[in-house]
């Protein structure tokens, strides 16, 4: 009987020593920005403001994901998270590792509201104003830098 608790423990030890550690598989996966599509800011006098090379997170994995692991968005990357429906949409920078604009757009394209300058690991909520379906993350700054205005438009390809 003692031999066959000794083995149970030493079983019990080997097994879990054999378990992955997760933060480090997290961190061997490659999470540098994935070029998926064509996005531009517009003026509501129709000039267009910027283009962009945006990563989509239009998963529900992709959108768990956010900008988890990612080091950093040059000026001419964004993430933009695709959303089945427009609702009020709430967002946080835990686990967020760069400081970011966070600009909400309804289903219209229209830029609903923003967030400037977002900290990395900060859990105060940025709300949208009303009910959207997309949301943009940018590298913290680009939106005083084009000037971007509710009402602008925001569109993709």
Same mark, same amino acid.
């Given at each position: 009987m003692r031999n066959l608790i000794t083995g149970l423990f030493v079983a019990t030890i080997i097994a879990s020593s054999c378990k992955p550690n997760f933060e480090e598989e997290m961190k061997s996966k490659d999470f540098s920005f994935q070029n998926e599509a064509t996005g531009y800011f517009i003026t509501k006098e129709k000039d267009t403001l910027k283009k962009l090379q945006l990563e989509l997170a239009d998963t529900d994995y992709k959108v768990q994901l956010g900008m988890t692991y990612k080091e950093e968005l040059t000026e001419d990357q964004g993430?933009? =998270? !695709?959303?089945?429906?427009?609702?009020?949409?709430? #967002?946080?920078?835990?686990?967020?590792?760069?400081?970011?604009? *966070?600009? =909400? !757009?309804?289903?219209?394209?229209?830029?609903?509201? #923003?967030?400037?300058?977002?900290?990395?690991?900060?859990?105060? *909520?940025?709300?949208?104003?009303?009910?959207?379906?997309?949301?943009?993350?940018?590298?913290?700054?680009?939106?005083?830098?084009?000037?971007?205005?509710?009402?602008?438009?925001?569109?993709?390809?």
């Open positions: 993430l933009l =998270f !695709v959303f089945d429906r427009s609702d009020p949409r709430q #967002f946080y920078m835990k686990n967020t590792n760069v400081p970011l604009d *966070i600009i =909400f !757009v309804d289903e219209n394209y229209i830029i609903d509201s #923003f967030v400037s300058n977002a900290q990395p690991n900060d859990t105060t *909520i940025s709300k949208s104003k009303k009910p959207v379906q997309y949301v943009l993350d940018l590298k913290a700054g680009m939106a005083t830098k084009l000037g971007l205005q509710e009402g602008d438009t925001f569109i993709w390809e």
